[in-house]
């Protein structure tokens, strides 16, 4: 069964305090695997596509990277301003326009 | 700048009332998906389209449908609301083929 799990659910940080968050899949085939940050009340932003084991993508103080049953996503010295929910999605093993998504980690960095 | 737009950002509904949600995008995206986010339960897709009244179901259309009449233009359907559908509604567009999602900001739907 396709499924993605996210860890930890919440995490806290002191501003600086650099850390990784994990998203774990198990579908066949990979097609590319999605990370997206939502803040509060607001839809899910588009980060990065990861597409096979060993790349990395980096965007400012993230850095998401991919295996082959996992990835993670890598926040160093964290600034109050990346506190927001980040979700991980892959497409589905037979119906790859559908991405499934996990629940997200709720990051919260604190000065 | 790109932007998927949703109509209503609260509405408050009775059960059993009709509830219309409309989404539309700019971005000449083929492809448009209806999610609802629940606590601890993530996203989770309701129905998507590839195409002017084309349809597909997705993990959780019981109790729902849609309508693709433009391109732009998708709007998700609640023939009879329950108290079970208070819910994030969250609309999204992609090109064909892609999955990158671009989302509105979001539909916060209470059945009362």
């Known amino acids: 069964e396709d499924q993605v799990t996210q860890s930890p659910e919440a995490l806290r940080l002191q501003e600086g305090e650099s850390s990784s968050l994990n998203c774990s899949y198990t579908?066949?085939?990979?097609?590319?695997l999605f990370w997206y940050r939502q803040d509060p009340g607001k839809g899910p932003e588009f980060l990065f596509t990861l597409y096979s084991a060993g790349e990395e993508k980096e965007k400012e103080r993230l850095k998401a990277t991919l295996t082959k049953k996992e990835s993670f996503l890598h926040i160093t010295a964290p600034k109050p301003e990346d506190s927001a929910t980040y979700l991980c999605?892959?497409?589905?093993?037979?119906?790859?326009?559908?991405?499934?998504f996990g629940t997200g980690t709720r990051l919260q960095v604190f000065p | 700048d790109v932007k998927v737009t949703q109509s209503s950002r609260y509405l408050v509904k009775r059960t059993g009332e009709k509830v219309f949600l409309e989404c539309v995008q700019d971005m000449d995206h083929e492809n448009m998906f209806w999610y609802r986010q629940d606590p601890g339960l993530g996203l989770r897709l309701i129905y998507f389209?590839?195409?002017?009244?084309?349809?597909e179901k997705g993990d959780i259309p019981e109790g729902y449908s849609v309508s693709r009449e433009k391109k732009e233009r998708f709007s998700l359907i609640l023939e009879s609301a329950s108290t079970n559908q208070t819910s994030m509604y969250l609309c999204?567009?992609?090109?064909?083929?892609?999955?990158?999602?671009?989302f509105g900001a979001g539909s916060r739907l209470t059945v009362l």
């Open positions: 389209s590839y195409d002017v009244k084309m349809k």
């Open positions: 579908v066949s085939g990979l097609r590319g």
């Open positions: 999204a567009s992609s090109l064909l083929g892609a999955n990158v999602l671009t």
């Open positions: 999605a892959v497409p589905q093993t037979y119906n790859t326009d559908k991405l499934i």
